[in-house]
């Protein structure tokens, strides 16, 4: 059995019957005996009997009447959730079993368990909610695990067809309020299916792309927002997941974390099919993009691909030679065209870059998110904030500097790192870590690949023959010249190169640890990364996007950057764990797992299931004061969906962690209780 598919059976039960009581019962003879020794007898048996609670404590409870009676007696802060914030006057909830004993729940996790599960049944028919103590009761990893196995993915799959628009060419996104899909020029069989959907929803607005996609056409779209259409097969749109919240689209390195945790769930289909989605994006759009709304067309994401399929692949109970070529086709493709060929890729260094095309204020930002720098513009041309944005956005006044910087911004945005001190009014100029190291795992991805099943040889979409020995030579070369230009022999650390100004970084950052995960560090290296790490970007809950000293520098004004100190993200922590791992770092890498899903699960028990975009890992916390607030908090009754790669990483650190620790998890156990400094 998978590890991840283990739990430690935890039958702690903190079924209260108040001391109180006791004395009571016991002192006041005037108390019938017959009464006391049936409360007597139900209290040992709950306390002694794990097979009499899972097999005979079952309730049967009207859905509505109970959730008026939790919410107006536990929820006092009136935000249709049950949390550690509320102060209920009396903190006992009392439920009659079937069998007629009282049962008094004195645990706000509980209580909450109790509120979800009717939330869940309400959306069926039944009146009522029958359910034992034991699923009340259940352990919090256990809980959270079995939610993401069997309901978040399927809440959180989209499908881009008839089916599957209205869930989102409808949402908040679309400012104009109009249904639209934009398909590329030449894919024939999307254009099809499309205009057939329009006889029967003749409000879609449908968008044939024109072949040649530019920063003034995406500007020309601005006001016409719309969503990218994917692949249709067998007359169906393939599936994909997206991260949730207000995030209703498939994203680009999002969606390789979501794989791992549906792998590992033994969603082989699920994960194969964004892989084909990929696929589509790459071959129709040129890219993989960074999400597919219209205002992406020019701007991709960090690249996994190869990472991605190479999983897949061996995941597959059966293989598909034929489906692994066609995708490491594809995925040489995007390496060549995306990566190497254009403005990623600086001849100067010989190494890669992100950079984003594209004019003017990204649209997907909120109002108000520019406006110190838009004022600081305004008064340059003596006007009003508001009116130096129109003039801006209507091309009457133009301005190369504020142009670069939003070069910058969308650069930045690319990176996936929106926001972060270390790329602001800089990105499109660096060398980064990150981008190097994922490009040199393509390639040894590619020379593996193709050693394997590919023994003759692989010939490419541009009828070029790819040897395994070609791709090791390029990964060679890249790992030659990132320790040339990113390998600080001081400090002992890769850092981002600027190879405009030929300065090295000193930003230290959760990314330059990524080659450990790529395989690029030497074992020397890696020694003297390791300590660095733990030192630099190790807290209460995880790894820290950045270090607090690089914040203390860098930072510029009093906006917190969301990816930065002391902010906590999912991807970093799965990057650094299997870096931690593959060199040899076991106890390292189980000590930052059990720290990360401990700030999960405790957050999850006092805060009615909740499962965010990120943390404040300093403190442990899902109460994140940064822009764009914390995704995936605001829900009523129970969250549905947790947070795409949240719930991944929850996933991938369970399959990680032992028993033992799945237990202390279980039980709650403080991180400094377990990891002595």
Known sequence: MPAIMKRAKWRIFMVHVVFSYMNRFLFNLKMPMYTLSVLLAVILLMSCSSKFVESQIFFDLPIDATMQELLAGYDTDGDKRITKDDAPVNKDYRMVSTDGHT???????????????????????????????CQIQEPPAERISRRIRTQFWDDLTR???????????????????????????????????????????????????????????????????????????????????????RFNEMYGWDSYFEGIGLLLDGRVDLAKAMVDNFCYQI??????????????????????????????NDAMPVKDPKWLAESLAIAIQEYETVWMGGKRFTSNTGLNRYYADGIGIPPETEPGHFKELLQEYADKYKLTELEFEQAYKDGTIKDAELDRYFVHDRTLRESGHDTSWRLDNVAADLNCVDVNSLLYKYEKDFEYLIATHFKDGFTGVDGATYTPQYWAKKADTRKTLMHKYMWDATTHGYFDYNQRTGKRSDFMSATNFFPLWAGLASKEEAA????????????????????????????????????????????????????????????????????????????????????????????????????YGNVGTDFAYITRSGFGWMNASYQYGMSLLGDDYIKKLDNLERPESIFKE
């Open 103 to 133: 049962v008094i729940l004195r645990n706000t996790y509980y209580i909450s368990n109790l509120l979800q599960e009717l939330a869940i049944a309400k959306d069926g028919t039944a009146p009522t909610l029958h359910i034992s103590l």
């Open 159 to 245: 499908t881009i067809d008839e089916e599957g628009i209205n869930r989102i060419a409808g949402d908040e996104k679309m400012h104009d309020n109009v249904q639209r899909i934009y398909v590329p020029y030449n894919d024939s069989v999307g254009i099809a299916y499309f205009k057939d959907v329009q006889t029967r929803m003749p409000k879609l607005d449908l968008v044939v792309l024109p072949k040649d996609i530019t920063g003034d056409y995406v500007k020309s779209i601005n006001d016409k927002p719309g969503i990218l259409s994917l692949k249709i097969e067998n007359g169906k749109g393939v599936p994909f997941v997206v991260p949730g919240g």
């Open 283 to 312: 071959k129709y759009y040129g890219k993989i993009l960074n999400a597919n709304r219209s205002y992406y067309l020019t701007r991709t994401q960090p690249p996994f691909l190869s990472s991605f399929i190479r999983e897949v």
């Open 528 to 627: 003297q990364m390791v300590p660095q790490l733990l030192h630099e970007l190790k807290a209460q809950g995880g790894f820290t996007g950045s270090s607090k000293a690089s914040l203390d520098k860098y930072a510029t004004g009093n906006v917190q950057r969301q990816w930065d100190y002391p902010n906590g993200w999912a991807p970093h922590q799965m990057v650094l764990w299997k870096g931690l791992t593959d060199y040899g770092y076991e106890t390292e890498a189980r000590e930052m797992i059990y720290r990360w899903l401990w700030t999960i699960t405790q957050n999850a028990v006092d805060y009615n299931g909740t499962i965010p975009e990120k943390y404040d890992v300093v403190n442990a916390t899902h109460k994140v004061y940064a822009e």
